[in-house]
């Protein structure tokens, strides 16, 4: 694929739009009189990698999320930059895997969850009654903190997005593509036929990131991706997910203050009662951060 189809497919958000609703689609007017599209971060890479400025892929604004009446997220803001590594970290309990789950309606499950205030994908509202969840999730992709793999082949698991998408045109090539990206394809490309639920817990997570990579997403979410894994598997998933980055937006949620530091770009400290306590370079929130509450935090004083 060119850059120039990706850039032209990377910013039609019709892509997330119900049919017939897509030709009264209007963007969200920004407050600064700026377009979300056409706005820009600056985001430092690790040691020097990636620097310079990203465009906006996710911005949540005055974002607020409630399970009844119990408040999992306060208020929070924060723009998510493109083909970054974002981690959120936090307490058990501080509202990390809600604003994960967030992003692409996943808390559109559970029937006790509201939703207040606005998170933008590419400047839409993701939460607006034209927005097809399922059509989202194809975009914004997501792998779990226990892998599950699907009872079928391994070549079957990565191959079924794109058959319940009827996209199914030069599959085999797909599936090897997705299965090389996620660090796979030669630990499997003799045994594609057998169940995957005969790899390894490392593999396994692997195989999931393939199968969500599949699709070709635009955002990978990540929600304690190698919290069940050896520390050798966890090498290989960290070691992927920095290679995942160079080509989607991965936001990863982690209690691994280690694992944040060393994969991230920047960094979101969530703490108790779901409030966003300080976003900003990975280097600079466990260096120097601005909050006392954060330096506590990453100094084991607390949580």
């Not at 199914?168 to 090389?180: G, I």
Request: glycine share 6%; hydrophobic share 35%.
């Amino acid at each position: 694929m060119t850059q120039d189809n990706v850039t032209d497919d990377r910013t039609d958000r019709s892509t997330i739009v119900s049919p017939e609703d897509a030709g009264n689609e209007s963007e969200t007017p920004d407050p600064s009189g700026e377009s979300s599209l056409s706005r820009s971060i600056a985001a430092e890479g690790r040691d020097g990698e990636r620097v310079g400025t990203a465009q906006t892929v996710l911005e949540a604004r005055d974002l607020n999320v409630y399970y009844d009446d119990v408040q999992a997220i306060d208020d929070v803001s924060l723009a998510i930059p493109e083909n970054r590594v974002t981690a959120l970290i936090g307490p058990s309990g501080c509202g990390k895997s809600t604003f994960l789950r967030s992003i692409n309606r996943m808390n559109d499950l559970i029937d006790a969850a509201r939703i207040e205030g606005e998170l933008l994908f590419r400047g839409k509202n993701v939460y607006d009654d034209d927005v097809d969840p399922v059509a989202l999730r194809r975009k914004v992709g997501m792998v779990f903190q226990h892998p599950n793999p699907f009872p079928k082949s391994i070549y079957d698991n990565v191959a079924y997005g794109l058959r319940i998408q009827d996209d199914t045109e030069n599959l085999d090539e797909r599936v090897e593509t997705a299965l090389k990206r996620a660090a796979l394809w030669d630990e499997v490309k003799d045994q594609l036929d057998e169940s995957a639920l005969d790899l390894s817990g490392g593999q396994q997570q692997r195989l999931c990131i393939a199968r969500a990579i599949a699709v070709d997403p635009e955002v990978i979410l990540m929600d304690e991706p190698a919290s069940a894994l050896d520390p050798i598997a966890t090498s290989k998933i960290e070691d992927l997910i920095e290679e995942l980055a160079e080509e989607y937006t991965v936001v990863i949620v982690t209690h691994n203050m280690q694992q944040a530091a060393r994969i991230s770009d920047r960094t979101a400290v969530f703490l108790t009662g779901g409030e966003l306590v300080e976003y900003d370079d990975t280097e600079t929130i466990f260096e120097n951060p601005e909050s006392q509450r954060v330096e506590d935090y990453i100094t084991g004083k607390f949580g």
